[in-house]
């Protein structure tokens, strides 16, 4: 008799078991395919608006950029800026006129990771201001220091411009130039090297294509500028409206 309860006992108990473990390998599984169906897709964007400022005011100065002007979204800006119309500033340039005043011409370009700043004063006696003008085309990852480059004008890429160097009009400085402090660059003239120094004269139809570079990088910013929003709070109501879709951001 004892032994017949013992084992309808445990044949419950193995029942009840048996249930349980199905039930958590159901659970388990049920689980498993939850998160297969609300994880997200590999190629979803998830937009991020909290990035570093563009324009950066400094006590009275605020950086002035033209309506028709393209700066890329993660450029800064800071100070005694003055971007005109026309120009573009690409991708990841910092131009810093904290103490003194930067200016890009008409129809100028400063590409990629360049970087422009302005000294208080020039040790040669020059404007300190680094002031570059219409039609100039300066080339990635330069350095500009208080340098004056007049109108149409190419500084090639990696190029170093010192305090009180000069660039005159129709004049080209190759890829990975160092120009000295008080250099000064005479027009018509192609200059190399570190320290840069006179190469040949331009010919004719060179000085012709300077301006031409100019606003082909202009016509292809304009393609960049249709895909930003204007500077605003627009990004704010995006947010608000993400949020009542219920979509994660």
């Known amino acids: 008799m004892a032994t017949s309860i ?139 220091r208080s340098c004056t480059i007049e109108p149409e004008c190419i500084i090639g890429q990696h190029s170093i411009l010192m305090e009180g160097s000069l660039v005159e009009t129709h004049s080209i400085l190759e890829a990975g130039s160092v120009v000295p402090p008080g250099r000064r660059i005479p027009t018509g003239e192609l200059w190399a090297g570190n320290p840069a120094r006179f190469v040949r004269a331009l010919t004719h139809e060179e000085t012709l294509e300077i301006p031409k570079l100019a606003v082909a990088i202009n016509d292809l910013s304009k393609e960049h500028f249709s895909e930003f929003l204007p500077y605003s709070t627009a990004y704010l109501e995006v947010e608000k409206l993400k949020k009542s879709l219920g979509i994660i951001i």
Do not use: M
């Open 6 to 144: 013992a084992a309808r006992f445990s044949r419950k108990a193995a029942a009840s078991a048996f249930s349980g473990c199905r039930n958590v390998i159901a659970s388990r599984s049920f689980a498993t395919e939850a998160a297969k169906t609300i994880s997200p897709s590999s190629d979803r964007v998830r937009w991020d608006y909290r990035g570093q400022r563009k324009i950066i005011p400094l006590g009275q100065w605020v950086p002035k950029v033209a309506v028709d002007a393209y700066v890329a979204p993660n450029v800064v800006l800071a100070g005694q800026v003055t971007v005109n119309d026309g120009a573009s500033v690409w991708n990841g340039c910092v131009l810093r006129g904290d103490l003194n005043k930067i200016t890009v011409g008409f129809c100028s370009n400063v590409q990629e990771r360049c970087v422009i700043h302005a000294a208080w004063s020039s040790p040669t006696g020059l404007p300190a201001e680094t002031s570059i003008e219409r039609f100039v085309t300066i080339g990635a990852y330069s350095l500009l």
